[in-house]
């Protein structure tokens, strides 16, 4: 009886001691692994940084990081050794996402990311106040977070082609600075509130959207000098369009446009517009131009067009208007 409590106990130690050491070897080889891969990452990143010191250039007295067509479907930390950089030009790289420490880079102007698979803007962009241009058509897009609105030096974004943006925060109406806006190629159906806010903005571009209407208050952008919105589904124009005073360029090509306001007439900066391929009720033919020359220069659904178009339109209303009274006349009769 007593050997057999010995034999066990003396088992039991073994057994004790033995797990111990199976642990302890599990502990280190454990231990072994995460050093192994931390001096793997830790090469990875210095073969990084020193490829990316290899993109690194001087252009115009900025410092830049220009890569082109390479695969970098993510950005290594340590690129934020690189923290002098005041432009980013990555194009068809394949990049995933921007950096949460994007905004680390306090020296950054330009950030030009277009033509990746860039899916979201992080927060952490607002950090960055001395950022002029952001640059992110055609990309995948679909939010635009409210923190850009506190990057304040923003001259141009460039949001052209993620298809699916549809809206933009109310916040970013307070982008005194921005002067040009790109959105074309979304799925806007309005302009937004904050773009109509924008008191500097000076170019907007809305084509390829789905605006059905302009909002009567558009006439709050009285610095915009330049407005595109061609193949969107615009039936009319509101008649505020004429308080547009700065307006030079108006582009509204491929829309469902039926007629022209009277009230364009009053728009005596307006040097471009286009009208091309509406369904428009009246036909209106231009004279023949005296030259060839100025055959080719002239735009057939362009700023005369619109001007005989307006004069006819008024020239049947009073037409209607004499022919309506003539006929109440001869009824009184």
């Known amino acids: 009886m007593t050997e057999n409590v010995v034999s066990t106990g003396t088992v039991n130690t073994v057994k004790e001691v033995w797990e111990k050491r199976i642990k302890k070897h599990n502990e280190d080889l454990k231990r072994e692994k995460e050093f192994q891969h931390k001096l793997v990452r830790i090469w990875e ?12 250039i001087t252009e115009d007295g900025r410092v830049i990081l220009k890569i082109e067509n390479e695969e970098w479907k993510t950005l290594p930390s340590s690129l934020l050794k690189l923290n002098q950089l005041q432009e980013w030009q990555l194009h068809r790289t394949g990049l995933l996402k921007i950096p949460e420490f994007i905004g680390r880079f306090q020296n950054l102007i330009i950030l030009d990311l277009s033509r990746n698979a860039i899916s979201e803007i992080p927060r952490g962009i607002g950090l960055l106040t001395r950022l002029q241009e952001l640059i992110l058509s055609y990309n995948k897009i679909k939010t635009v977070p409210k923190e850009l609105s506190h990057c304040a030096s923003l001259e141009k974004i460039e949001l052209a082609v993620n298809r699916d943006i549809c809206d933009l925060p109310q916040e970013l109406g307070n982008l005194l600075k921005l002067t040009h806006l790109d ?4 799925h806007f159906t309005t302009i937004p509130p904050a773009v109509l806010n924008m008191p500097a903005l000076e170019w907007l571009d809305m084509g390829s959207n789905r605006l059905e209407q302009l909002p009567d208050t558009i006439e709050r952008m009285q610095s915009l000098h330049t407005l595109w919105l061609q193949r969107n589904e615009i039936t009319c124009l509101p008649e505020t369009i004429s308080k547009m005073k700065n307006l030079g360029t108006l582009v509204l090509s491929n829309n469902k446009l039926q007629d022209i306001p009277v009230c364009m007439e009053e728009m005596a900066n307006l040097r471009f517009v286009n009208f091309r391929d509406n369904p428009l009720k009246l036909e209106v033919t231009l004279p023949p131009s005296e030259s060839i020359d100025e055959e080719e220069e002239r735009e057939l659904f362009g700023l005369q067009f619109m001007h005989m178009y307006i004069q006819e339109s008024q020239r049947r209303a009073v037409f209607f208007s004499l022919k309506t009274s003539h006929f109440c ?5």
């Open 183 to 186: 959105l074309s190629m979304n």
């Open 329 to 333: 006349m001869a009824l009184e009769i």
């Open 45 to 56: 990143e210095r073969v990084s940084l020193t490829k990316l010191k290899e993109k690194v």
